[in-house]
């Protein structure tokens, strides 16, 4: 069993930046996918970015020069950086770990982007 742990939600101005953090109760390396989603309210759930075991990420071409995702082995948390950010942003945002072929949610964190 995994528990994931988000902070970092609140509320911003248009144009700034916020950082997410996810903390998994299992040690990362060991995790075969790492990633964040967001869900406005009245749409569907979507990705924003994806870290995998092999190294290699996958971003969603609204997060694509604006957001970062990252494994932080140190806090054994996976971290999603957003700059640029867009009151269309505005979601709750959730992460997600593939571990042994089953995905685990977290319970989500809100960011509120004002303009």
């Known amino acids: 069993q995994i528990q994931l742990v988000e902070s970092g939600g609140g509320s911003v101005q248009a144009g700034g930046s916020r950082r997410l953090s996810c903390a998994v109760t299992?040690?990362?390396?060991?995790?075969?996918?790492m990633a964040w989603y967001r869900q406005a309210p009245g749409k569907q759930r979507e990705l924003v970015a994806e870290h995998r075991w092999s190294g290699s990420i996958e971003y969603a071409d609204f997060a694509q020069e604006r957001f970062s995702i990252s494994r932080d082995s140190a806090q054994n948390a996976v971290v999603l950086q957003m700059s640029g950010l867009r009151p269309e942003d505005t979601a709750v945002y959730y992460c997600?770990?593939?571990?042994?072929?089953?995905?685990?949610w977290g319970q989500g964190t809100q960011v509120t982007v004002s303009s």
């Open positions: 997600k770990v593939l571990y042994r072929l089953r995905n685990y």
């Open positions: 299992r040690n990362i390396r060991d995790i075969e996918a």
